[in-house]
């Protein structure tokens, strides 16, 4: 029976918010107990459990309550109501180097920090020499800690929270900061002690990360526990979330919530895309998928694009792809006029707006027929995903060519995210899929 190493019950963490400073004097000398604040509730009722040796990732926009409740089960914050309980000793990495004296030097950090940790001098000793040998900051560590840069302070503040053979480490965002080959060196050990049994909390906007390391991931929003379950379900049900679909969102909730498996027992990962472009009875595929509220849309009205989709290669509606595998960008349009050829395409661009790659189906010599008022085209686009890791933007358009001029029916910019989750990232753009053969010659 697995045994729980963090167990969050229905806690709830309430800010009292005043106006004017003034009104809190006010109130604490009311007679009559008048009100003078408004309640902000951090977090309302919270409850999830990590078990012992579980990496669990913690998701959600700003403000919805991630960094409240690790401060909570650190104890840095006392919750209102309810309780946290924790078994093992804790590393935090919350705002890195909390807990550092500015004046003391490296050294006496690092044993001041062990003390509160419950370590003794004679276990600190053991454990410097490996702290200092990741820190990398040289003799900076018997100098004042206010004299380092941001950079040093970081590596310090991570080499002695993750090299004291903690239990349980809970980290939020500390692995966004220092140069990358610090990051990697970071994840490493991280790696390291994950697969050492050491139970992990982390907070990070990093997605890559959430979906490599997370066994599970708690997803919250304005406080508030949306779901668990398996990283790549929830970070889709997050980007829902960051594009407002908040009922898309929750007709998915209400809807089979099983993590991939049919009602009649059979997986969702074996099956093909549906031929129709939409689950029969079930709507339209881009409610299940991300769609930018944002977006830039523009054309004559002859043709639109009614509905798109993106799909893995196991056949799931998602805006998360694996590097390596088969994708498909299906497009449904329907045309509001007769004519006689037009042309479908997609083009994927990263965040600065440079196209990477993208095709249509002129170029890819697909027979179109013409159509009159009232017809429906579905369009499948299948290839192979050989972006590295990252997140970037589709764009899709119904155009044509009509006495020599390029004409747009309709055009949708920056309509939909793709986040690229790699184990394997090479230089550049895109992966050349090199096929790597060596032969040693012996001196």
């Not at 769609?291 to 849309?297: K, S």
């Amino acid at each position: 029976m697995a045994v729980n190493a963090i167990e969050v019950k229905d806690v709830t963490k309430v800010y009292r918010l005043y106006d004017k400073p003034i009104d809190r004097l006010k109130e604490s000398l009311s007679l009559t107990h008048k009100n003078y604040h408004r309640d902000f509730y951090a977090l309302k009722g919270l409850s999830f459990h990590v078990e012992k040796g579980q990496t669990v990732g913690i998701i959600g926009t700003n403000g919805s309550g991630k960094s409240t409740i690790l401060k909570i089960i650190t104890g840095v914050l006392t919750p209102t109501s309810g309780e946290v309980k924790v078994e093992g000793k804790i590393s935090a990495l919350l705002e890195l180097g909390a807990g550092f004296n500015m004046d003391y030097t490296g050294i006496e950090n690092i044993y001041m920090n062990g003390t509160m940790m419950g370590f003794t001098k004679k276990e600190m000793d053991e454990k410097l020499q490996d702290i200092l040998d990741f820190a990398e900051i040289g003799d900076f560590v018997y100098q004042p800690v206010k004299t380092y840069s941001s950079g040093m302070f970081v590596r310090l503040a991570f080499a002695l929270a993750i090299n004291v053979e903690p239990e349980i480490l809970i980290v939020d965002e500390a692995l966004s900061v220092g140069d990358v080959f610090f990051q990697s060196k970071c994840y490493r050990r991280m790696e390291e002690i994950r697969k050492s049994g050491t139970t992990i909390l982390m907070v990070t906007h990093d997605m890559g990360s959430i979906i490599k390391y997370c066994d599970k991931v708690v997803l919250l929003n304005k406080g508030e526990f949306i779901a668990e379950g398996e990283a790549g379900r929830m970070v889709d049900l997050y980007k829902k979330i960051l594009a407002n679909q908040m009922d898309s969102l929750k007709e998915e909730l209400e809807n089979d919530f099983s993590g991939g498996m049919d009602l009649d027992g059979t997986d969702d990962a074996s099956k093909k895309p549906k031929e129709n472009g939409a689950d029969p009875g079930h709507g339209l595929m881009k409610d299940k998928i991300t769609i930018n509220a944002n977006r830039t849309e523009y054309g004559d009205g002859r043709a639109e694009i009614f509905d798109l989709g993106l799909y893995d290669a196991r056949g799931n509606l998602t805006n998360l792809l694996l590097k390596g595998e088969m994708f498909t960008i299906k497009e449904r349009i329907r045309f509001h006029a007769p004519l006689q050829c037009p042309i479908f395409t997609y083009t994927i661009k990263d965040k600065k707006g440079t196209d990477l790659s993208g095709t249509n189906t002129m170029y890819e010599g697909a027979d179109i027929k013409p159509v009159k008022a009232g017809d429906v085209y579905d369009v499948s686009f299948t290839q192979k995903m050989t972006l590295q890791g990252g997140e970037y933007l589709l764009s899709m358009s119904c155009t044509g060519f009509e006495e020599g001029e390029h004409v747009v029916y309709h055009r949708l910019y920056d309509v939909a995210n793709i986040t690229v989750i790699s184990n394997k990232n090479t230089v550049g753009v895109y992966d050349m899929e090199s096929e790597v053969e060596t032969t040693l010659t012996r001196a």
